[in-house]
């Protein structure tokens, strides 16, 4: 385990606690006392007494931490978050599926495009080679054909 957060010196136990935040120092604790819960020091246990006695604030930190472990500890709240984690996980793989799914029917469209403009310019092609007056070129030479247009 980490080395008691009060050192013996009062210098150095300034210094160590500017170090940590207030919720780190209160992490400790909680760790340390659950620790040692059936074996406690009284030179540790009236360390952390001192401590919370030191600022109101350390003890309402403390509450907090300790509190919020018990939450976790809780089965009805490990579900929760179990839930709320698998919900999260099938969540992702939905939207990593859809995005799959775009993907390739873009990817479908740009195919789509490039048949079709293929063959448009094929077609395209044969109509140039056509010529103009197909109906002139059938005609035998020398002979004259009249042709009533539409119009």
Known sequence: MSKPLTPKSSASSAAASKSLTLSEMAARWYLRMREHAHN?????????????ADDP?????YDSFAHAMRQLDSAESLSTLADAAEQQAF?????????????????????FMCVAGFFSHQQ???????PVMQLAAQNPVGQIVTKTLDG
Do not use: D, I, T
Request: overall charge positive.
């Open 57 to 61: 604030r350390h003890a309402a930190e």
């Open 91 to 111: 969540l992702a793989n939905e939207a990593r599926r859809k995005a799959k799914q775009q993907r390739l029917a873009q990817l479908m469209v740009v195919c």
């Open 40 to 52: 406690q020091r009284s030179a540790e246990h009236h360390a952390f007494e001192q401590w919370l």
């Open 124 to 130: 395209y092609q044969v109509w140039q080679a056509a």
